[in-house]
Nanobody, 124 residues
Framework: QVQLVESGGGLVQAGGSLRLSCANS????????MGWFRQAPGKEREFVAA????????NYADSVKGRFTISRDNAKNTVYLQMNNLKPEETAVYYC?????????????????WGQGTQVTVSS
């Protein structure tokens, strides 16, 4: 069983940084590729970043490349999203997600488990 709990969201000024964490209380964390998605009010949930089960491969949405970094620590059953140079339009609820491969965790349809989300607000 995979249970994902996000933390680290909050209020930050434009240009600032936040690091989100997603902890899994289950025993099979290292078997899953992990991803981050976000959903702004009135918009669809969109892919942000993904990482393979071993951490050797990553994938990013074009809009965050060079500013966001996804990483994982399988010993701690945790995946991270370091977000730098945040923009007001990136205000959203950020969700952690788990799936079978790094390819499938780039789409909402490929997600097997979702976290409850953490709010990120970027002020201008």
């Amino acid at each position: 069983q995979v249970q994902l709990v996000e933390s680290g969201g909050g209020l930050v000024q434009a240009g600032g940084s936040l690091r989100l964490s997603c902890a899994n209380s289950g025993r099979t964390f290292s078997s899953y590729a992990m991803g981050w998605f976000r959903q702004a009010p009135g918009k669809e949930r969109e892919f942000v970043a993904a990482i393979s089960w071993g951490g050797g491969s990553t994938n990013y949405a074009d809009s965050v490349k060079g500013r966001f970094t996804i990483s994982r620590d399988n010993a701690k059953n945790t995946v991270y999203l370091q977000m730098n140079n945040l923009k007001p339009e990136e205000t959203a609820v950020y969700y952690c997600a788990a799936g079978t491969t790094i390819v499938v965790v780039t789409t909402t349809g490929g997600i097997r488990y979702w976290g409850q989300g953490t709010q990120v607000t970027v002020s201008s």
